[in-house]
């Protein structure tokens, strides 16, 4: 088997994502044959002895995709230096350690919603790589009751940070006199894209929720639970997007 860099195998044992692997050798945590390994340097997974903290890189467990309902105020990485609440929290103890789970995606620590943890490397490509356009669908409440050229414009695309955004599917579903709720479909995952976004148009978010990743839908799956994928879910999931 052909060399290949120390975080690409790490993600591909189910050990954690390419960019904790990353982390982990920039923290000198990684040995390769009794040597601290650097970031860029490569191994054989079948010939090299490969330790993370003293323990040996052990072969990937079985593929795990799971649908999680995140809660507000958690946080969608494996680890947080200051101790604050990570998806992984959410998971039993037999999940949590061993199984290679890690966010696809992102949702920002105030929002809620579907959120996929997957084991699986190239999965993980698949949903996240901006060719393959999977679109996710929000229902977001906004303040105020924004005219219907503000929802032309959003529509359109609103530029952000200079750089264009894609065009966005936005249906008004109700509202009262304080509040609008929305429901976008987006093919684009900028940083915040939605919350600077309603910002930069005069009215800020007030709630975000992510109700649907291409065709899995949250349905009644209760917040801060989780499921796992059937096999049928994954060919629809990686289904080239209309």
């Not at 996240?128 to 999977?134: A, I, L, N």
Request: net charge positive.
């Amino acid at each position: 088997m052909a060399a290949e860099r120390l975080q690409k195998l790490m993600a591909a044992a189910g050990f954690c994502s390419r960019r904790r692997g990353e982390e982990l050798l920039r923290e000198g945590r990684v040995q390769v044959n009794g040597r601290v390994a650097s970031l860029g340097d490569r191994a054989d997974a079948e010939r090299d002895d490969i330790r993370i903290d003293g323990r040996p890189l052990r072969a990937a467990p079985p593929p795990l995709t799971l649908l999680l309902n995140k809660p507000p105020g958690v946080l969608c990485t494996c680890h947080d230096p200051h101790g604050r609440t990570t998806v992984l929290a959410l998971l039993p103890p037999e999940l949590r350690r061993g199984q290679g789970l890690h966010p696809v995606g992102r949702l920002d620590a105030e929002s809620r919603g579907a959120l996929l943890l997957s084991n699986d490397g190239s999965l993980t490509l698949r949903l996240t790589h901006p060719r393959y356009g999977h679109q996710k669908t929000y229902r977001v409440w906004v303040k105020g009751r924004p005219a219907a050229e503000v929802l032309q414009e959003w529509r359109q695309g609103v530029p952000l940070d200079g750089v264009a955004s894609q065009p966005v599917q936005l249906t008004v579903i109700d509202g009262n006199a304080d509040a609008t709720r929305l429901e976008l479909v987006l093919r684009e995952g900028r940083n915040r894209q939605i919350r600077r976004t309603a910002a930069l148009l005069g009215h800020p978010v007030l709630d975000l929720k992510r109700i649907a990743i291409g065709p899995l839908a949250l349905g009644a799956l209760p917040e801060g639970r989780w499921r796992r994928l059937e096999p049928q879910e994954w060919q629809a999931l990686l289904a080239p997007s209309p």
